[in-house]
Structures are given as structure tokens and as C-alpha cells.
């Protein structure tokens, strides 16, 4: 970060005064003023149930008495207000008539863009698609899979004939403990063997044993891996089985897709996929190759520490039209083999729909363990069995926690995005609100953002201009906040993030200077408040996260002592962990300006 345009001092000042007069005053004010006149905590709740009702209530009573001035809400429900029972919205009134009575700041969480599951139980079409290029079919008779759709007709099935398989996936050829086929595999012998005692299929299991203390042991990880050849832009299921036994580091299994052509690129973000002890699982990851010729499949931990896993039957399989997206930025696009005719759905082809796209086990999740769509050939269609055609489409892909990102360019994204403010607005007339943008994973791949030709930081900062006109236009007099990590160069506004197809900078460029920012980049506290003060910005300070003591408090004032536009702490944690609310409470209360 070198050449970047520093504001100056007086604009700010000037600029921050005019649009916020009362924070500007708290935030610059004298010495022995408080250094953190606004102290919120952080709660996530959902006000669809009596007890978090209660508990919220009771939350916001101690918040009082512990010092703090706001609470953030973040409820689930707030992005499906469209279709909430009518008590949810009498449960909303008894948490207003508590914030009111303890004169506590309630605001609303909107917005979800990044974990994006809420607004896709809107319509589940609105996941950010990555494509699927010139997948191979074939024409045949239709089977009479899942009811008598298409019976007797011509369909379309995936051609797998000329599609990678795994090498000694069942794991059944094995010399000593080394199992053929795989690329590598960690120590042989000494953390991985071949098991003929416990197993899934066939006669051979591999047992891992990732905390085996041996003098020749070379790996700290426990994996086998296997390099294949895929075909770029191609969506591909790798699956195992998987057991465990006081597996401790079971954080650490992985089912990992690395892409291995040059650069190289990780395919899959998925974590938490097994229990410490757990018997046979099936366990699969969904990536796309992208631009990817061969990629390295892995199965394993990355780590050491006591307990045993096994893995057995790994496979990869070629992933035909599970959860297609169908929306104009998703074009389903069906040719002949050599590309010169173009089939369409008038005339050749039953619609294309997957009834179980975002649907499982309810809307706006996404699980890819099901058949997917089917091409059923239309009795008007020139298509005849053995017809060869390729099919490019566009798919979701899932990324830590099942989090689904949804498109940043599509416009009925925008229409819900309004709806929910709408509703927001009338359910709260809030003071402030709070845009949930975060952890973006998955972004700018479908038509739609790609027609744009802009980067993902261009993309990202167009829509959360968007959310901010957005709010002015429900409510003028709102205050503004968003979470830091997606506009901070110091967190995840970088080049390479997840599987966002392009670089994040510039994201901040969509940050209106009123917008404030919460700022949890506690690792480079430093450089990111720095960055967003020296853009004018107004801060709250997003720490705490779980730990057992003030310090994350201690570390974050003393990073916070040179940064004027610090207008408050939140207590912020993601376990429901309120144990230290009144130390830090306390602690926010005393703390002057030096
Ligand atoms: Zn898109």
C-alpha cells in the first residue's frame, strides 16, 4: 500500500461534521471525554421463538446495566419477513418496548451479502453461478427415473465415457500399506496403512493415525492425493467415506481440490465436514475445474494430533445439471456436437429445472446429493437417439458453513435487497442499520456480472452504493454501518480470495464517506484503521470474539489510540458469550480520551 490518495484533514472534519454532527462531537471531542461514547453488543438471535425472545430481553436489561448504549440485532428472519408467522412480528414489539424502556439502540442487521442463504430463499436462482462449458450428452430413451416425467420419450444423459475416474478409489490394490494409484501419500506405514479389519467396501480401508510420534515420520500431515486430469469448466463431485475415533483434530479433515495448472488455484472451501467419533460417512465436495487442466484431489488431515480416521471409496464423478441456475445471467445453452445447431426449450426440450435447487432441507440451502435436472427431448424436436450435443450451464458452489454467495449483479437481487429495507423500515424505523456484507466468497463468474466487465472491487462497491441509496431511500436520516473485512486491503479486499474470479480492490471506492465502518480486522488493527480513517470513515470497533479475558479490548485501544474517528466498541461475539459483558463494559465506560 503505497501510492493511495490521502484525505486530508479538514475535508474530513469538515464532511463528517455536516453529515454527523453528533458523533463528529463525541468523536472529536475534549480530553476526559469517553473514548468509546457508543458501546453495542453484538446479538444474534431468532425472534421466531420464545426462549431467544426471552433472552434477548434479558440481554438487553443486563446491557444496561452494564453500560452500553446499542445492540446490534442479527436475526436470520429479518431477510424472510415475507414470510414470518404473525407472532414473530408481536415478538419484535415486546424486544422494541424492552430496548426502549432500557433506552438501548436496537439495529437491524440487512443485507446479506456473503452469507447470501436468506435472500436465495427468495428465489434460490440467485446464487452466484459458476459455468459450466460444453458438458457432453447423449441422446437415448428416457428411463423412468423419479416418476413417469419423460417415460417413453427421448432424453438426454451425460456422457461420462471420456470423463476422469480416480485411480484405486475403492483403495482395494494396496502394496504393503501403499495404496497404488495416488500421487503421494503421507508415510506409509507410519501414519497411513492399509486396514483389512475395519473397512467400507471390499476388503482394504486406510487408516490414518495422525498423531504417531516416529523418528522417520517426514509429513505432519496424514493424506493421500492423487493428480488428475479434468476438463477446464467442468463441475465435478469428489466423495469419500469417512470414520473416525477421538479423531482430534477432526477441524482439520479436509476433502480438498487444488487446481495444479499454472497458477494453480484451491477449489474447494469447505471445513467441519466430520465429528471427532463418528462411524461411516459419506462425505462430498462440488468444485468447478474453472480454468483448471489437472488438479490435485487430497483426503486427509492437515496436522497432528491423537485419534484415528479411515477413509474408503473415494470417488469422482462428473456432476450433470444438480442444482442448474436458471435466470438470465444463467443461460442454459444446448448445441450439437459441432456447435452449428442450437436446440432451445420451445422446441426440443421439456424446461430444464432442478425441483431441488436451494431446497434442502429448506429454501436457500443447497446440497448437491440428488439427480438434478433432466433434458426430456420434446416429440417436436429433430434430435434422434445417439444424437451427441453439449450442454454449458451454470451451477452454485458451496463455500465454509454451507455459505452460498448470491449474484452482485442480477437485478431481482436488488428487488429483494429493497423489500427487506422496506420492511425493515416499517417493523423498526430504526435509527441506524447494519449491512451484513461479509466474507464474500464467490463472486463475478455468471453472464451477468461478466457482461459488466468490471472487477469484483468495481462490482462490490457498485452494490453496496446500492444498499446505501437503498437505506436513504426508506429512511434519509439513517446512520450507515457495515462490516470492514470486504473493503479493508488488510483483510479480504485483496487479489486472491476464495473463489472470487478477480481482484476485491477497490471495493471502498463504493463506501460513502457517513458509512461507518465495524471494524473487526483485529490481526492488522493498526494498518485497517488507519485505512479507513484516513478515508474519512467513522469507526466502531468490532472486537472481543470469545477469548477469556480483556484483551482483546487492551490490544484494540492501544492500536485505536492514534485513530480520531473511533466512535465506539462493540462486544462482539459469535458464540453467545456474554460472560465478560460487564468487565467490558465496564472498561469501555472508563476509558478516556488521552
Ligand atoms: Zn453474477
Known amino acids: 500500500m503505497t501510492v493511495r490518495r490521502a484525505r486530508s484533514v479538514p475535508s474530513f472534519i469538515l464532511v463528517a461534521t455536516l453529515v454527523f454532527s453528533g458523533i463528529a462531537a463525541a468523536a472529536g471531542g475534549e480530553a476526559d471525554s469517553p473514548r468509546y461514547p457508543e458501546r453495542w453488543v453484538y446479538c444474534s438471535a431468532n425472534l421466531q421463538v420464545d426462549p431467544s425472545v426471552k433472552n434477548v430481553i434479558a440481554l438487553i436489561e443486563r446491557a444496561k446495566a452494564d453500560g452500553y448504549t446499542t445492540m446490534l440485532l442479527a436475526d436470520y428472519k429479518l431477510q424472510v419477513l415475507h414470510r414470518v408467522p404473525d407472532y414473530y412480528f408481536s415478538n419484535v414489539e415486546k424486544v422494541k418496548a424492552a430496548a426502549a424502556k432500557a433506552g438501548i439502540e436496537l439495529v437491524p442487521s440487512v443485507f446479506p451479502i456473503g452469507y447470501s442463504n436468506g435472500l436465495l430463499a427468495h428465489d434460490p436462482n440467485l446464487a452466484e453461478g459458476l459455468p459450466v462449458v460444453d458438458q457432453p450428452y447423449i441422446v437415448r430413451q428416457a428411463s423412468a427415473r423419479g416418476g413417469s416425467q419423460g417415460e417413453g420419450r427421448l432424453e438426454a444423459i451425460l456422457d461420462a465415457s471420456g470423463s476422469t475416474r480416480l485411480r484405486n478409489g475403492r483403495l482395494e490394490q494396496v502394496q504393503g500399506d501403499r495404496f497404488a494409484g495416488f500421487t503421494f501419500q503421507d508415510d506409509p506405514g507410519i501414519t497411513t496403512h492399509a486396514d483389512r479389519t ?48 477421538d479423531l482430534a483434530r477432526a477441524d482439520d479433515f479436509r476433502v ?26 459419506r462425505i462430498e465436495v462440488v468444485f468447478n ?28 464423478t462428473e456432476l450433470p445439471l444438480v442444482n442448474i441456475l436458471r435466470r438470465a445471467g444463467c443461460p442454459l445453452l444446448i448445441r450439437s456436437a459441432d456447435g452449428r445447431t442450437v436446440y432451445d426449450e420451445k422446441n426440443d426440450f421439456e424446461r430444464v429445472v432442478d425441483p431441488k435447487l436451494g431446497a434442502v432441507p429448506w429454501g436457500g440451502e443447497y446440497e448437491f446429493n440428488h439427480p ?45 435487497l429493497r423489500d427487506q429495507a422496506r420492511r425493515v423500515e416499517a417493523l423498526f424505523h430504526p435509527r441506524s442499520y447494519f449491512m451484513s456484507h461479509d466474507e464474500i466468497r464467490v463472486a463475478n463468474w455468471c453472464k451477468a456480472c461478466q457482461d459488466r466487465k468490471m472487477t469484483p472491487g468495481a462490482l462490490l462497491a457498485d452494490n453496496v452504493r446500492l444498499c446505501t441509496r437503498i437505506i436513504a431511500s426508506v429512511n434519509p436520516r439513517a446512520r450507515v454501518f457495515v462490516w470492514s473485512d470486504m473493503f479493508d486491503p488488510h483483510h479480504n479486499a485483496v487479489d486472491s480470495y476464495y473463489l472470487v474470479n478477480g481482484s476485491l480492490k477497490g471495493s471502498w471506492e463504493g ?5 461507518v465502518i465495524a471494524n473487526w480486522n483485529g490481526g492488522k488493527a493498526r494498518e485497517s484503521l488507519t485505512f479507513f480513517d484516513r478515508r474519512g470513515h467513522h469507526q466502531l470497533i468490532a472486537g472481543y470474539y470469545d477469548v477469556d479475558d480483556l484483551s482483546n479490548f487492551q490490544s484494540w485501544d492501544a492500536a485505536a489510540r492514534d485513530t480520531r474517528g473511533v466512535m465506539g466498541f462493540m462486544y462482539t461475539t459469535w458464540g453467545n458469550r456474554y460472560g465478560l459483558l460487564e468487565a467490558y463494559g465496564k472498561a469501555l465506560e472508563s476509558a478516556r480520551r488521552p
Request: charged share 25%; aromatic share 6%.
Open 198 to 245: 475395519v473397512v467400507h467396501g471390499g476388503r482394504v480401508a486406510c487408516r490414518i493415525e495422525p498423531g504417531v510420534k516416529a523418528p522417520n515420520r517426514e509429513s505432519t500431515n496424514v493424506r493421500l492425493m492423487q493428480r488428475i486430469v479434468v476438463r477446464p469448466m467442468t463441475a465435478y463431485r469428489f466423495s469419500c467415506w469417512a470414520r473416525t475415533r
Open 256 to 281: 480438498l481440490a487444488l487446481g495444479a495448472s499454472q497458477p494453480g488455484r484451491q477449489l474447494t472451501f469447505q471445513e467441519g465436514l466430520i465429528e471427532r467419533t463418528q462411524d461411516w460417512k
Open 289 to 316: 475445474s474453472l480454468d483448471q487442466k489437472e488438479v490435485n484431489l487430497y483426503a486427509g488431515i492437515w496436522g497432528e494430533g491423537p485419534g484415528t480416521l479411515w477413509l474408503d471409496d473415494l470417488e469422482l
Open 372 to 416: 438434478g435436472a433432466r433434458l426430456v427431448v420434446r416429440r417436436s424436436s429433430r434430435l434422434r437417439p445417439g444424437d451427441r450435443i453439449l450442454v454449458s450451464w451454470y451451477h452454485p458452489v458451496i463455500t465454509v458453513g454451507g455459505q452460498v454467495m448470491c449474484c452482485l449483479s442480477e437485478p431481482r437481487v436488488e428487488e429483494i
Open 511 to 515: 463506501l460513502s464517506r457517513p458509512v
